[in-house]
Structures are given as C-alpha cells and as structure tokens.
C-alpha cells in the first residue's frame, strides 16, 4: 500500500493550500487517515484524523483553521488550510491504517512527505 501526498508549497502568511493524500495498491478497506507534521528540529506531531465514517479529531495549534476531509470511493483524504501561519512550516506527512486481509492490518501506513513552507 502507497500513501502519496501532494499539494504542498510556499504561501505567505494568512494564505490557504489544500493537500490531497491518495492510497493505492493491495487492501480491502482504510479506516483512520489524517495528517502529521514535523518541523526541523521538532518531534512529529498530530495535525488531523479522520475515520472512515467522517469522525474528526484535530491538534490544537491548528483547530478552527484547517479542515480534513476524505473520499471514500476514492481513498482520498484531504487537508483544507487556512489562515496558514508561518509555524505552519513543516513537512507534512499522510497517515492511515489499512485493512490487507481478513485477519491482516496495516496499522500504520506513511506518505514520503510534502513541504508546506508559510512566509511572514
């Protein structure tokens, strides 16, 4: 299973961008997909979740501002930012958890990143 982000890139400050995250290769289903970030010399940190069936649960710094969604049909999730700030700068990283088999899981499933870079 591939996670691929896109979307990524240099705004200024009070600006928006929308990431997509799509997933492809072998699985019955997804269930939780969402969003990390890390900055340089930061640890990873949760950005947003969501389960298959619309659940949404979002870090702190980014509550009010950014939106995830998803695409079922599509296996797609998607990150809506808004009123980007420049401590947005991080690399983003796509998440999910996927079903292989009947009694097989992958529980923790990475995107190889996609730069969001905010100017003051």
């Known amino acids: 299973v591939q996670l691929v982000e896109s979307g990524g890139g240099l705004v200024q400050a009070g600006g928006s961008l929308r990431l997509s995250c799509i997933a492809s290769?072998?699985?019955?289903?997804?269930?939780?997909m969402g969003w990390y970030r890390q900055a340089p010399g930061k640890q990873r940190e949760l950005v947003a979740t969501?389960?298959?069936?619309?659940?949404?649960n979002y870090g702190d710094s980014v509550k009010g501002r950014f939106t995830v969604s998803r695409d079922n049909a599509k296996n797609t999730v998607f990150l809506q930012m808004d009123s980007l700030k420049p401590e947005d700068t991080a690399v983003y990283y796509c998440?999910?958890?996927?079903?292989?088999?009947?009694?097989?899981?992958?529980?923790?499933?990475w995107g190889q990143g996609t730069q969001v870079t905010v100017s003051s």
């Open positions: 969501i389960t298959s069936g619309g659940s949404t």
């Open positions: 998440n999910a958890m996927a079903q292989l088999g009947p009694f097989s899981y992958a529980p923790n499933l």
């Open positions: 290769g072998s699985f019955i289903s997804l269930s939780a």
